[in-house]
């Protein structure tokens, strides 16, 4: 039986971690499916996005029958900072997965103007 489990984001700019609104967020299923669309607010967050995932049950024991998981893509976008793609991040039954993005100001790469950073999440061994 699916469950929910829940994405968080937090996007900012610099050491200081100065939080960026505006940042258009999209969570996509694997075959790009859009599964919600939002903006960050003046702190930087947008509220927890529930995905359906496989059920609890499915993480608790050694040898899970299936994946105990369900994976998403996440873009973020925000004009004059580098694009960001996060491939196959996995979200679990009754957790919120917490992701910091820390969005990099175009004029501190000037020769990459178009650039996008893809972080590939890794299959685990669970």
């Excluded at 700019?13 to 940042?23: F, H, Q």
């Excluded at 049950?57 to 996060?86: K, M, W």
Aim: net charge negative.
């Amino acid at each position: 039986m699916p469950s929910v489990g829940y994405i968080q984001v937090h996007a900012y700019t610099g050491n200081a971690r100065i939080p960026l609104e505006d940042v258009a967020i999209t969570v996509t299923s694997p075959d790009n499916t859009a599964l919600a669309m939002r903006l960050t607010d003046e702190s930087g967050r947008i509220d927890p996005v529930e995905i359906t995932v496989p059920d609890l049950s499915e993480s608790q024991t050694p040898d899970p029958a299936g994946i105990p998981f369900t994976t998403v893509n996440l873009y973020a976008r925000l004009s004059n900072y580098e694009q960001i793609e996060i491939e196959n991040l996995q979200v679990f039954a009754q957790t919120i997965t917490d992701q910091n993005l820390e969005l990099i100001p175009l004029s501190e790469l000037p020769e990459s103007w178009n650039r996008t950073a893809v972080f590939r999440t890794p299959a685990q061994n669970l």
